[in-house]
């Protein structure tokens, strides 16, 4: 008797436990015994799922000897028609439906699995991919926000409500970005939102998603940040689908070892650390705002973008700095003593990127007297580094000894010579 083996066929009403009704007809059944004498087979049954034109079927199978407490049914691939991805849906819970676009993949996908289990969870799970040529546009006047490798993701258990996704990637520039959505029974708003679960995305520059945001903007931003791709870390991504229009939000952060020097040659201004985000709204301009993070005189500072701004901005609080710490920044030389006694307000720090030019300008806390009993009444410093040189130079009102009135000129460092 071993290697014999019996087929059945043509048997219909096969009933599975499960949450949802699941009676299988045209059961075929096979038997076989080994060389042990053990019976090995399987059964399997068409489930039929939909009606009218979205009807179609299931083939499920089981492997035995089986444990009739304890068992799984898996998709069999067959020649049968399938069921539209829509009477999928609806089989798993009549109150989800599909965005349009979606919807009308009809049977243009494939059913990547379908499994029943039986134990004690009696739950049925469901995998669809939409066929590579479908594509879900989620603004249909926009292609830059047109969805490809459309996915459904079903499952439904026992004593538990349904659940299911909707997911798919946004291509931008190079890179790819997965999206998920949880189904639901209307997509007059939703919002589709980066998916980990799928893995890290292959992403895109900073400068694509900045473009997607508002034409342009890729170029209104540091090279050295709109060329990020790998060595970014993209924390958020969603796209909403409001009643009056969509809005986009994009969170970026840099990886750890990324580094940021502006200027050649000058050691003084690196920044390590960068925030991006990007806002576009449903009404109203679009956003953008990157926070660089450095640290200039031993104090923490975050430097502050706004695209499309040409200059990134920080402030150091009053009291905190002197004019000799200034002068020795930024000339890169030891300053005089006297220098030191003299405390700034407030001092703005501005990088203008193109330009390649860092300033940094502040009032003094007090006016200055100088060796002849003259003085600098209304000081302001300004101290520059750019690619045409350093200089810091005070811009002042001086009154000779005794007067009432001076002269407004600039006295620059080493401040020997007042113009």
């Known amino acids: 008797m071993a290697g014999a083996a ?10 599975i436990p499960g949450p949802l009704p699941i009676g299988l007809n045209d059961v075929g059944l096979r038997l076989a015994v080994d060389a042990q004498r053990s019976f ?13 034109n979205e009807a179609g079927a299931i083939r499920l199978l089981l492997e035995l000897p089986y444990d009739a407490t304890a068992f799984e049914l898996s998709y069999e691939p067959s020649d049968e028609q399938k069921p539209t991805v829509g009477a999928l849906v609806s089989y798993i819970s009549g109150v989800w439906t599909l965005p349009g676009p979606v919807g009308d993949f009809a049977r243009a996908i494939e059913i990547k699995a379908f499994a029943v289990r039986v134990g004690n969870v009696n739950e049925v799970q469901v995998a669809v991919a939409a066929q590579p040529d479908k594509l879900w546009p989620l603004v249909r006047e926009d292609p830059r926000f047109t969805l490809s490798n459309v996915f459904l993701e079903l499952a439904i258990a026992s004593n538990r409500s349904p659940a299911g996704q909707l997911g798919a990637t946004l ?25 980990p679960k799928r893995g890290s995305a292959t992403l895109p520059s900073v400068g694509d998603i900045a473009n997607l945001i508002n034409a342009g ?65 449903t009404s109203g301009g679009a956003t953008g705002m990157a926070a660089l993070d450095a640290t200039v005189f031993g104090i923490f500072l975050s430097f502050r973008l706004t695209v499309p701004q040409p200059a990134l901005l920080a402030e150091i609080e009053s009291g905190r700095l002197n ?32 330009e390649r030019t860092y300033t940094l300008s502040a009032l003094l806390v007090r006016d200055i007297e100088l060796l002849d009993k003259s003085s600098l009444r209304n000081a302001s410093i300004k101290g520059v580094i750019a690619p045409s040189g350093k200089k810091v130079c005070i811009a002042a009102e001086w009154v000779p ?11 620059c460092y080493p401040f020997t010579c007042f113009y």
């Open 6 to 15: 019996l087929e059945f066929a043509g048997w219909n009403g096969w009933q």
């Open 40 to 52: 090995l087979g399987r059964a399997s049954g068409r489930l039929t799922i939909g009606s009218g």
């Open 171 to 195: 291509k931008i520039g190079d890179g790819y970005i997965p999206l998920v959505v949880a189904l639901q029974g209307s997509w007059t708003t939703f919002t589709i939102s980066l998916n």
């Open 217 to 281: 903007w890729g170029q209104q931003l540091p090279p050295q940040i709109a060329n990020l791709g790998e060595k970014t870390d993209l924390r958020a991504f969603s796209f909403g689908r409001l009643q009056d229009g969509w809005l986009v939000e994009v969170a970026i952060g840099t990886k750890e070892g990324w580094v940021y020097e502006p200027i050649g040659g000058f050691d003084g201004l690196k920044f390590t650390k960068a925030a991006i985000a990007f806002v576009k709204p």
């Open 323 to 354: 004019l000799g710490a200034l002068c020795e920044y930024v000339m890169g030389a030891t300053a005089p003593d006297w220098l030191a006694n003299i405390g700034l307000l407030a001092v703005t720090l501005a990088l203008e990127w193109r």
């Open 401 to 411: 000894a005794g007067a009432e009135k001076g002269i407004k000129g600039e006295l």
